[in-house]
């Protein structure tokens, strides 16, 4: 594959420091969520970050997911992605991720949405990075509930 974009960011303080991209468009403030033993302060986290980044990046590849479902672009009116990041821990030093992908598809019946939410899991860039590493829930939100 040809590269055809990178992103940079340091981390300085771990979970309670900041983070920031070389670019100056991201410079953010981290806290240690009080569930792991923090303060719970105002910053965000690692999890959080990569939440919506998964989530952005998962939106963007249904566009080409649908194609191959013979749908169209309309289908992704109204829609969203949202993206549950679980930090997990097993054991001490025995840590992993654990990702549940919603996907909000208003203008699509159950089934479609489905099999649109599935198509772009096999395509996606986060999705194919995290294949047999990151255990991840595929879930649609029922049309009855979209609204």
Same mark, same amino acid.
């Given at each position: ?46 999890? @959080? ?13 249904? !566009?080409? &997911?649908?194609? *191959? $479902? %013979? #749908?169209?672009? @309309? ?13 997990? !821990?097993? &054991?001490?030093? *025995? $840590? %992993? #991720? ?50």
């Amino acid at each position: 594959m040809d590269r055809v974009h990178t992103a940079e960011a340091t981390a300085s303080g771990a979970r309670t420091g900041e983070v920031s991209s070389s670019d100056g468009r991201l410079t953010t403030s981290l806290s240690r969520p009080a569930e792991m033993g923090g303060d719970g302060g105002p910053g965000t986290n690692p999890e @959080q970050l990569f939440a919506a980044g998964y989530a952005a990046c998962f939106h963007s590849a249904m !566009r080409f &997911a649908l194609r *191959d $479902l %013979g #749908l169209t672009p @309309q289908a992704l009116e109204g829609s969203s992605v949202t993206a549950e990041v679980h930090f997990l !821990r097993a &054991a001490p030093g *025995d $840590l %992993g #991720l654990g990702v549940d992908l919603w996907a909000r598809l208003p203008q699509l019946d159950d089934e479609q949405a489905r099999q649109l939410v599935e198509k772009t899991h096999t395509s996606g860039p986060y999705s194919r990075a995290t294949a047999g590493n990151v255990a991840v829930g595929l879930h649609v939100v029922p049309s009855s509930s979209a609204a």
